[in-house]
């Protein structure tokens, strides 16, 4: 038997992932300049990256 998983989710929906915690104040305005100042990715960085997310999907075994 396996321990029951947390389907909470943030606004009462229940698409099954759980809730989101809150963010401290000022978290995206951080990020943002965090992203700002990183220099731009070269274009092999950008294959790279392009080729992780869209390789084919990881079939499962059952």
Do not use: C
Request: proline share 13%.
């Amino acid at each position: 038997m396996t321990a029951p998983t947390n389907t909470a989710t943030a606004g009462g929906e229940s698409s099954g992932r759980p809730a989101r915690p809150e963010r401290p104040p000022g978290y995206w305005e951080r990020i943002d300049r965090i992203v700002a100042a990183a220099p731009p990715l070269s274009d092999e960085q950008k294959a790279i990256i392009f080729t992780a997310f869209h390789q084919p999907a990881a079939r499962e075994v059952a």
